[in-house]
Nanobody, 124 residues
């Protein structure tokens, strides 16, 4: 059973940056794709970014392309989401998720395990 713990959220002004981290334990981390999702108040959970097991392939939702970068360190069992030029519409709870396979996916059912989330609030 894998456990995921997110950190790095907080309150930031529009235009600022945050780096979210996700620590994984209890599973062969390096074999699986990892993803970040978010849920804004009153909205459905939304895909943000994902990365393949080896870090070679990344995918992003259009609204964060050019502003966010997903990365992973398999030696440390960590995945990161660097977010720059943050906007108020980025305000959400951000969730880390571990995939069922090695290929990154935009869809929630392709992820087997979820963290508890970390709050990101962007003020205007």
């Amino acid at each position: 059973q894998v456990q995921l713990v997110e950190s790095g959220g907080g309150l930031v002004q529009a235009g600022g940056s945050l780096r979210l981290s996700c620590a994984a334990s209890g599973r062969t981390f390096s074999s699986y794709a990892m993803g970040w999702f978010r849920r804004a108040p009153g909205k459905e959970r939304e895909f943000v970014a994902a990365i393949s097991w080896n870090g070679f392939t990344t995918v992003y939702v259009d609204s964060v392309k050019g502003r966010c970068t997903i990365s992973r360190d398999n030696a440390k069992n960590m995945v990161y989401l660097q977010m720059n030029n943050l906007k108020p519409e980025d305000t959400a709870v951000y969730y880390c998720a571990a995939g069922r396979g090695g290929t990154p996916s935009r869809t929630s059912p392709e992820y087997a395990t979820w963290g508890q989330g970390t709050q990101v609030t962007v003020s205007s």
